[in-house]
């Protein structure tokens, strides 16, 4: 079984700080996805990596996929109130469209 | 919006009754996944459907079973309900048989009283 762990599991902090948040796994992994989620809706796609040290960046928020595929970072600079949601990472490689989600790291940005 | 439409968005229902999810892809994809989400355990992969075909399957529970139509729309079949089933429902579509650009729906919410 492919266990993707993420950390922290909650993560409240000020308007304008930086934040990292880490997904972790002993397993590799052929891509990994980062999805925002907001109370009552789905999961939202942000970014796929695939390529071991990949580094993606989306406006505030750069994405970064381990050497060797088995974690993945994504940082966000500046947090915003509207940067608040449940961010979930999962990897695919399970098996034919099966994926991993680890259980997310709950962001507040306070105002 | 995600293009990936979910019905009913809530369903309460009674122990040991059976109920239905439905869900319409986003238009072009043939990949559909179901996910169910607690508290407790996160976000679980049951299984899914490339085409019309079953092609993966997760945790899924025997009282539990889905198809996809010619249509590419799905159905989820949960049946003999236990409190333990109530959580949140969600599909998910993409074109190709990955997930690796899933497009989420809003889900379904089940409460099971």
């Known amino acids: 079984t492919q266990l993707l762990e993420q950390s922290p599991q909650f993560l409240s902090i000020q308007e304008g700080e930086n934040l990292t948040v880490y997904c972790n796994s002993s397993?590799?992994?052929?891509?990994l996805q980062w999805y925002r989620q907001e109370p009552g809706e789905g999961p939202v796609l942000l970014v796929t990596?695939?390529?071991?040290?990949e580094v993606k960046k989306l406006k505030r928020l750069t994405f970064q996929f381990g050497d060797a595929r088995k974690d993945s970072s994504l940082h966000i600079t500046a947090a915003q109130p509207g940067d608040t949601g449940l961010y979930l990472c999962?990897?695919?490689?399970?098996?034919?469209?099966?994926?991993?989600f680890g259980d997310g790291t709950t962001l507040t940005v306070k105002p | 919006d995600s293009g990936v439409t979910q019905t009913p968005k809530h369903l309460i229902t009674a122990t040991g009754q059976r109920v239905t999810l439905r869900c319409s892809p986003r238009?072009?994809?043939?990949?559909v996944y179901w996910y169910q989400q607690s508290l407790d355990q996160g976000l679980q992969f049951l299984i899914q459907y490339y085409n019309g075909e079953e092609r993966a399957k997760g945790n899924i529970l025997e009282r539990f079973s889905a198809q996809q139509f010619p249509d590419l729309h799905s159905e989820l079949n949960l049946s003999s309900l236990e409190l333990g089933d109530s959580a949140l429902y969600f599909c998910?579509?993409?074109?190709?048989?990955?997930?690796?650009?899933?497009?989420f729906g809003q889900g379904t919410r089940l409460t099971v009283v």
């Open positions: 238009s072009g994809d043939l990949s």
């Open positions: 998910a579509s993409s074109y190709a048989d990955s997930i690796t650009e899933a497009f």
């Open positions: 999962a990897g695919a490689g399970g098996g034919a469209g099966k994926s991993t």
């Open positions: 397993s590799v992994f052929s891509s």
């Open positions: 990596v695939v390529t071991g040290g």
